[in-house]
């Protein structure tokens, strides 16, 4: 049983479309909420991450709108670009119980030009 | 820097197999971690360490063992590889986050293993 539920599993967007990624978390205990970024062949890198206690963080193209009473989150990709194709890891964790990260599923994403 | 090093690249196993993963990092990180990406499942987490000579099981450890021997190292071994064990298997390693506080994780570029 998966504690963060990703979706959608893949999407295809036009460049400058606006992909949006959705994660769903059951443990109410989770406090820290990554987003990783994986290109073909790579490991996984961190894009950007927030706390429970911010409902909108950016860093650049990049948004993540957080609803700590519907638990879920998303990741919002503005202008999107050829090379934000990739796909995108969702993750949750307890800060109090350290570095152990639950992943959802993951999102496929495909910018065409 | 070399970062998470992860060899090797790719590996053809038989059924009941033995072999050993190696990891190592360079950025003297006291975390280290092993998952498995699946299709679909994202990536679980398999086994982690806090430090030298200390390793916890994560989510789904069954068939592998760890160690911890040195700072820098973290080998995963498959006791009798599966055919449910193919998978691609990724390394992280990052500073501990102890009581509200968590730290990126940097990760290896992975191995990919099959199991026939």
């Known amino acids: 049983q998966q504690q963060v539920k990703q979706s959608p599993q893949s999407l295809i967007v036009q460049k400058g479309g606006i992909p949006i990624i959705n994660c769903a978390y059951e443990?109410?205990?989770?406090?820290?909420f990554p987003w990783y970024q994986q290109f073909p062949g790579k490991g996984p890198a961190l894009l950007i991450a927030?706390?429970?206690?911010?409902s909108e963080k950016k860093e650049g193209r990049f948004t993540i709108s957080f609803n700590k009473s519907a638990k879920q989150f998303s990741l919002h990709i503005m202008d999107s670009q050829p090379g934000d194709s990739a796909t995108y890891f969702c993750?949750?964790?307890?800060?109090?119980?350290?570095?152990?990260?639950?992943f959802g599923g993951g999102t496929r994403v495909l910018v065409k030009p | 820097n070399a970062g998470v090093t992860q060899t090797p690249k790719f590996q053809v196993l038989k059924t009941g197999q033995s072999m050993t993963l190696q990891c190592a990092q360079d950025?003297?990180?006291?975390?280290m971690s092993w998952y498995r990406q699946d299709p679909g499942m994202g990536l679980r987490l398999i086994h982690y360490?806090?430090?030298?000579?200390?390793?916890d099981q994560g989510e789904v450890p069954n068939g592998y063992n760890v160690s911890r021997s040195t700072t820098e190292d973290f080998p995963l071994r498959l006791l009798s590889a599966a055919p449910s064990q193919t998978s691609v298997y990724f390394c992280?390693?990052?500073?501990?986050?102890?009581?509200?506080?968590?730290?990126?994780?940097?990760f290896g570029p992975g191995t990919r293993l099959t199991v026939t």
């Open positions: 927030i706390r429970p206690d911010v």
């Open positions: 360490s806090v430090g030298a000579g200390i390793t």
């Open positions: 992280a390693s990052s500073y501990v986050g102890y009581g509200g506080s968590s730290y990126e994780q940097y």
């Open positions: 950025m003297n990180h006291e975390y």
């Open positions: 443990n109410t205990a989770f406090d820290y």
């Open positions: 993750a949750a964790a307890v800060k109090a119980a350290g570095n152990k990260l639950t």
